[in-house]
């Protein structure tokens, strides 16, 4: 029988694992503390750790990691999915991460998954730093599950050396995901440089990449570099990669091959070393099929593929995007700060974001420009927000993902919490009138679910 063992501060938390684990027939052993923990592995073997990260002891759910990740794998639970938490397990070797609220086909199956692949392997972690915070700001945020799987893909592919696409719809934030990449790799010092190739003719792409000679063409006064060899040593990002002509598809292939490019009008190749991250909007499987794309680049392009998910299918990061942008659009428009009413907040939720999060983002910047008060209203909110179809969405406003896995009434009230304060930016007064509670009951809710709350009022 597989033997696993959870670490929770939490008690409750303890119990719910180690119900879930029973239900699948291994047995579980729980401890509250990361002392408690070591100290039962030290006295037998587990075929898998489970541990929250954020404990309440001097010791986190990393140090339990560190302690024991050459004996088993570990996987570790988070209440804030973040890149940086996913980042800083998938370096110290974690064998995956999850963030809280779990469901518990997805706990089950990550579980079975460790258990059947047994002893992880150190050297797959990578040396990876910490995500710019400036990066997630701009965008790069979510605690949806989609999100949570490309914050692992991420951080498993930035240390490599091989070519990324970055697949997605636009406005998504695929040119986040390929910074992302470079800015947790080992290129990170050197030259992140982008390129948009549907912005160029043929003729200008190939110039604007691979450069120059004097007297190539009219206008060529002097040898110039391209991108490519600005990147040298970096990363160079290849945007609407499924816009370049067949003739510079051609091009693009050569380079990626022989890793040289050649300026025009020149014969002599430069070596150059970067890595190519690309991205398309486009569905380029289909391209290739109907003969508008190279086979042998979309192989080469795609070593590794990264989806970036819309935005519609991860509407509980709305409310924090939603903040983050007015936060940002109020202080720009030199305006004190503003808040999203419960309305306002169901209506971009309920809204399907064609545009994505640059859609979402100027909608937010409409709202602080026509907001009358200290307060957006749904009337506040661009043309396209106002329609009935729009406003009846919003009046069922999906929850589902707070109860979906049927949670106790504990946990359904815990997840509640969580996502008011992160509607609100984590304002505890305004979260208290949400939930029509006074401040120190907030507080006392927040103590008995081991919720940190902001320092901001």
């Not at 719910?16 to 052993?29: K, N, V």
């Not at 199956?109 to 910490?130: K, Q, Y």
């Not at 509640?416 to 006392?444: C, F, K, P, S």
Request: glycine content about 8%; hydrophobic content about 40%.
């Amino acid at each position: 029988m597989k033997r696993i063992l959870v670490v929770d501060d939490d008690g409750a938390s303890c119990e719910l694992l180690r119900e879930i684990f029973a239900a699948e027939g291994w047995e579980t052993e729980s401890a509250l503390s990361p002392e408690e923990a070591l100290a039962a592995a030290a006295r037998e073997r587990f075929d898998l750790v489970v541990s929250d990260i954020n404990l309440e002891s001097a010791q986190s759910g990393l140090d339990i990691l560190r302690s024991l990740r050459e004996s088993c794998p570990v996987i570790l639970v988070t209440g804030f999915g973040t890149l940086d938490a996913a980042v800083e397990a998938t370096r110290e070797g974690a064998w995956d991460f999850i963030s809280k609220p779990f469901k518990v086909g997805e706990v089950v199956a990550t579980a079975r998954r460790a258990l059947e692949r047994g002893r992880p392997n150190a050297d797959e972690s990578g040396a990876v730093e910490t995500l710019s915070s400036r990066y997630e700001s701009a965008g790069l945020v979510g605690r949806a599950p989609v999100m949570i799987e490309l914050y692992k893909e991420i951080a498993r592919v930035a240390p490599s050396r091989s070519t990324v696409l970055v697949v997605g719809e636009s406005g998504t934030g695929k040119e986040l995901v390929a910074r992302s990449i470079h800015k947790h790799g080992p290129r990170a010092p050197r030259a992140f440089v982008a390129v948009n190739c549907g912005a160029f003719t043929e003729t200008l792409l190939e110039s604007e990449l691979f450069g120059y000679t004097r007297g190539s063409f009219t206008g060529a006064t002097s040898d110039r570099k391209g991108l490519w060899e600005e990147a040298e040593g970096g990363t160079l990002f290849l945007d609407e990669v499924g816009e370049t002509s067949p003739a510079m598809q051609v091009k693009l292939l050569r380079a990626l091959q022989e890793g040289e490019i050649r300026r025009v009008g020149s014969t002599r190749p430069v070596i150059v070393d970067a890595r190519v991250v690309a991205a398309t909007n486009r569905d380029l499987e289909r391209e290739v099929a109907a003969g508008r794309f190279r086979e042998d680049l979309f192989y080469r392009l795609s070593v590794v593929t990264l989806n970036v998910p819309p935005l519609r299918e991860r509407r509980g990061d709305v409310p924090l995007l939603a903040e983050r942008f007015l936060r940002a659009a109020a202080e720009n428009a030199g305006r004190g700060r503003l808040r999203l009413s419960e309305e306002a907040l169901g209506r971009l939720v309920a809204y399907d974001w064609p545009g994505n999060v640059r859609e979402l983002e100027s909608a937010v910047e409409y709202a602080a420009l026509h907001a009358r008060g200290a307060e957006v209203a749904p009337e506040d909110l661009p043309p396209k927000l106002q329609s009935d179809d729009v406003r009846q969405a919003a009046s069922r406003a999906p929850l589902a993902a707070l109860y979906e896995d049927l949670p106790t009434l504990d946990e359904l009230e815990r997840r509640y919490l969580l996502h008011v304060l992160e509607a609100t930016g984590g304002n505890r007064t305004r979260t208290a009138e949400i939930l029509r509670i006074d401040r120190r009951t907030l507080y006392r809710m927040a103590e008995r679910f081991r919720i940190k709350l902001d320092e901001e009022a």
